[in-house]
């Protein structure tokens, strides 16, 4: 059972537009969440983070997005830019970041 | 600066041979994780050290798999009698206590394949 749903496996954006990643969760426990980027061939990097005690973070380009009640976040990229294409995973923890639980990634695809 | 190494980069090898994949994690990183991640998912946690203490090994499948870190630095995941379903990539990871965020830094991984 999938504690982290990332449900839309790819996303295409055109560039300059906005690209928006959803992601849901389903301990309400959870208290910290990172998003992710990884290129291929590359190990995953940090991006943004958010904890449960905000409802916003941003960061240049990058904003994320935490909704509790629906147990749902969102990582939106405006505008959004070729070099932004990668897989994008959402991850969850408890205590603040002794255990992260991945979600299964979207592939952002950014056309010129 | 370094990042986190993993090595070897590949490894193949026949079922009911054991394997020893290597983490070097940043330099100083008290903490450092260990995740296998099939075609498609996110990286799955398996365990976690702070310092050489292992905090949770409650992700490990069953007791083929171990893992070490004897000095605080390198670790060690061991797969004893490798069957077909160990393959996947192996992704290790470290972090900082003074990082504001407790984001991991993940190394390039090891893709494991048992024939």
């Known amino acids: 059972d999938q504690q982290v749903k990332q449900n839309s496996p790819s996303l295409s954006v055109q560039e300059g537009r906005i690209s928006i990643l959803n992601c849901d969760y389903t301990n309400s426990m959870f208290d910290y969440f990172l998003w992710y980027k990884k290129y291929p061939a590359e190990g995953p990097t940090f991006l943004i983070s958010i904890s449960s005690i905000k409802d916003k973070n941003e960061d240049g380009r990058f904003t994320v997005f935490l909704n509790k009640s629906a147990k749902h976040l969102s990582l939106h990229i405006v505008p959004s830019q070729p070099g932004d294409s990668a897989v994008y995973f959402c991850?969850?923890?408890?205590?603040?970041?002794?255990?992260?639980?991945f979600g299964p990634g979207t592939r952002l695809s950014v056309l010129p | 600066g370094a990042g986190v190494s993993q090595s070897p980069r590949y490894k193949v090898t026949k079922r009911g041979q054991d394997v020893a994949l290597r983490c070097d994690p940043i330099?100083?990183?008290?903490?450092l994780y260990w995740y296998r991640q099939a075609l498609g998912q996110g990286p799955e946690f398996l365990t976690y050290f702070n310092y050489e203490a292992q905090q949770d090994k409650s992700g490990l499948p069953n007791d083929r798999f171990s893992a070490e870190r004897p000095e605080g630095s390198i670790s060690t995941l061991t797969i004893q009698r490798t069957e077909q379903r160990d393959s996947a990539m192996y992704r290790c990871?470290?972090?900082?206590?003074?990082?504001?965020?407790?984001?991991?830094?993940f190394g390039p991984g090891t893709r494991l394949t048992v024939l």
């Open positions: 991850a969850a923890s408890l205590n603040y970041g002794q255990n992260f639980v």
């Open positions: 990871a470290s972090s900082s206590t003074r990082s504001p965020y407790n984001e991991q830094f």
């Open positions: 330099s100083g990183h008290v903490s």
